[in-house]
């Protein structure tokens, strides 16, 4: 098992950044791929961003492409997200994903160990 704890995440205005953080226990962490998915009110959990075990492959949803990164420190067993050019859209709670020896997936049935999510609130 790996537990999920996210962090960074708060208001901010329209046009602002914020990077959240997603700090994962044990001492495996280079053996999962890593996702972000969001979920808005009355709205499903959607895909935002995948990385690769090794880190060599991500993957973006494309309501976020150009404007978020997703990277890995497996030295510090640690997925974040770089968040500019933020919108109202983006409001959601974020939630980071694990997949043991997984690749990268668009997928959230794909991942078996969910964080308790982070909130992030964009203002217009």
């Known amino acids: 098992q790996v537990q999920l704890v996210e962090s960074g995440g708060g208001l901010v205005q329209a046009g602002g950044s914020l990077r959240l953080s997603c700090a994962a226990s044990g001492r495996t962490f280079s053996s999962y791929a890593m996702g972000w998915f969001r979920q808005a009110p009355g709205k499903e959990r959607e895909f935002v961003a995948a990385i690769s075990w090794s880190g060599g492959s991500t993957y973006y949803a494309d309501s976020v492409k150009g404007r978020f990164i997703i990277s890995r420190d497996n030295a510090k067993n640690t997925v974040y997200l770089q968040m500019d050019s933020l919108n109202p859209k983006d409001t959601a709670v974020y939630y980071c994903?694990?997949?043991?020896?997984?690749?990268?997936?668009?997928?959230?049935?794909?991942?078996?160990?969910w964080g308790q999510g982070t909130q992030v609130t964009v203002s217009s």
């Open positions: 994903a694990a997949d043991l020896y997984g690749p990268a997936s668009t997928a959230a049935t794909r991942y078996k160990h």
